[in-house]
């Protein structure tokens, strides 16, 4: 008997075409068959091509309507197996890419150390909906009050201070280093590059604002519309019956993944298009058997049961959804296979913004065959293990269980290993076992598909030795460092052998009692700044009491420092 799978992926941050993760995705499992073996016969139908005709507001439920799609028939078996591959897209709805956007990010980036962990409602006179219906992540919680606690924790604060303060002084060397060796490739890296790719974290975390927003979701925080391509398309994965389908979610498209599958009830129709709403609808008045769930549900709420505040959710409950209009989490999970984070940053989500990852208290709706696994890397700087959900996701056969963690060897390359999951495997050695994992999930060589848990459970056997993969992480950060300073003396040293206009200045500037700041200028770090706000700036800092070599470097240690701690003042007591 053929069988028919559903693969939703969830891209992180950057600036993704639609479609390009999951075609990555798709070249990875079938390099995965190839290297397997085992006489199987595999094709795949690319129908990314024509993206209009796959509208994101409203998924396609037919089986024509995946993106890509994998046929696999095993030697010696009469059925096929296919995998629909279906792509939760919204990278155009990440940070734009301009002055102001940069200035922003700056602001929340630097002052990250200062923010408030919010968990309470806004709202004073009577509980949110969030606060009904969720709970808090469990591990930075009060045990008896279930509210973040609101211990200071001074060491976490400092670190993030301190990265605040590399990272300020790496903006300026950054673009320096860059001016400097143009010449050697004229598409070189731009600072500005942070933004397009941490920048959606602070979109996707940030309140909401006076006419701001998306113009479907006006005041209201970005997350709520960026969330709407994620509810459409979980729904629909439900709406076209496969015999199992599964979440796929990287770096921040785990934590919108998550929050798809923790979203309540009352909720999930507030998302959907209001053709997708009829389709549902439809399909409930077509429905004659007694005892099927269906998705949509209009019943009124057993007696004693919370009710929500139809008037102040997010986002806004739409004009054509009558009062107890909802849909049902135990139908939409029904046939729900697991989900798969990988270089998540969810544990750190639950640190510093607990109220944007809170679980469901309505807890029985999972299959007890359904895992979560997430999967990270030692030398991934953003994903790790997932401890601050050990209490309240109830998925698989335990009731509280947290995710099975496992780690896995994605790169060698500090960094790069954040990018470098699921890649195709090699033929001739034994690399990237979760991609083979995930091809024996999706395509058993005896027919019988295995549970999340039994795919995964040997990928991260060839892991290795776990403290000899953290101490290269730590040799990768040293010698990233080593290479900075080695880099910048280097330049010093060709410049000044070249007699640089602009090193006889800067040499020249640092060497008096009142330096000289007008070189700032020529490196043109701000290139929309108007050259008399330049000559302001500069005039602002030869009131400095500074001198010589020494005292300069410790001015800008001491403006950097400034900086940190003003933004952080500025999180600390202006954020919502």
């Not at 924790?153 to 860059?178: I, Y």
């Not at 290993?417 to 890649?423: E, P």
């Not at 001491?558 to 954020?575: H, I, K, N, Q, S």
Request: charged share 20%; aromatic share 10%.
């Amino acid at each position: 008997m053929d069988k028919h799978l559903g693969l939703l992926v969830v891209h992180g941050i950057g600036e993704q075409k639609r479609f390009e993760t999951t075609r990555q995705l798709a070249r990875s499992i079938l390099a995965g068959l190839e290297a397997r073996g085992a006489g199987a016969r595999f094709s795949l139908i690319d129908r990314a091509s024509t993206p209009e005709s796959m509208p994101m507001n409203c998924p396609r439920v037919d089986l024509d309507g995946s993106p890509f799609m994998i046929a696999c028939a095993t030697k010696g078996s009469n059925s096929t197996i296919y995998v629909h591959l279906h792509e939760v897209w919204w990278a155009d709805l990440g940070a734009p890419a301009t002055l102001g956007e940069q200035i922003r990010f700056w602001l929340w980036g630097l002052g990250q150390w200062g923010a408030q962990v919010i968990w309470k409602s806004h709202f004073k006179e009577n509980p949110s909906n969030t606060d009904l219906f969720m709970e808090p992540p469990t591990k930075y919680c009060d045990v008896k009050d279930k509210i973040p606690s609101a211990k200071p924790r001074p060491f976490a604060r400092a670190m993030l201070f301190l990265s605040g303060f590399l990272a300020l002084l790496t903006l300026f060397s950054w673009e320096a280093v860059k001016r400097a060796f143009s010449w050697l490739s004229p598409v070189a890296g731009s600072p500005a590059i942070l933004t397009s790719y941490i920048g959606d974290v602070r979109i996707y975390t940030q309140g909401p604002g006076k006419g701001g927003g998306n113009i479907t979701d006006i005041g209201q925080p970005w997350r709520a519309t960026i969330r709407r391509r994620m509810v459409s398309q979980m729904v629909a994965m439900a709406e076209r019956d496969y015999n199992r389908w599964y979440i796929l979610g990287h770096s921040l498209g785990s934590v919108l993944a998550f929050n798809g599958v923790q979203e309540t009830e009352w909720n999930l129709p507030n998302y959907l298009d209001p053709a997708q709403v009829e389709r549902l609808k439809q399909d409930q008045a077509d429905n004659r058997d007694p005892k099927k769930v269906t998705l949509w549900t209009s019943e009124t709420p057993d007696a004693g049961d919370p009710e929500p505040d139809l008037g102040r959710m997010m986002p806004r409950r739409p004009v054509w959804l009558d009062k107890n209009d909802r849909i049902s989490r135990r139908a939409l999970f029904a046939k729900f296979g697991g989900l798969v984070t990988y270089g998540s940053p969810l544990d750190k989500f639950a640190a510093l913004w607990p109220r944007i990852v809170p679980i469901n208290k309505q807890r029985d709706v999972f299959p007890t065959d359904a895992d979560w696994i997430n999967l990270s890397d030692a030398t991934d700087p953003v994903g790790a293990n997932i401890t601050a959900f050990e209490e309240g996701w109830s998925i698989g056969t335990a009731p509280a269980s947290s995710p099975l963690n496992i780690r896995v060897k994605a790169s060698a390359f500090f960094l790069l290993a954040h990018i470098r999951y699921f890649l195709a495997p090699s033929p001739s050695k034994d690399d990237h076992p979760e991609t083979r994992a995930l091809v024996n999930l999706l395509f058993p060589q005896d027919g019988k598909t295995p549970r999340l848990s039994e795919a995964f459970a040997r990928a991260g056997n060839q892991y290795g030795n776990r403290a000899a993969r953290v101490m290269l992480a730590i040799a990768w950060v040293i010698g990233l460092a080593l290479t900075l300073i080695a880099g910048t003396s280097l330049l010093a040293l060709v410049l000044k052998s070249l007699g640089d206009t602009f090193f006889k200045k800067l040499t020249a500037s640092l060497s008096g009692n009142w330096p000289d700041w007008t070189w700032l200028h020529s490196l043109r770090l701000c290139p929309n700044l108007p050259e008399r706000t330049w000559h302001r700036f500069t005039g602002l800092l030869k009131i400095l009491p500074v001198e010589g070599f020494a005292g300069t470097m410790l001015t800008t240690l001491c403006l950097a420092w400034l900086v940190v701690f003003v933004a952080g003042w500025w999180r600390r007591y202006t954020e919502i």
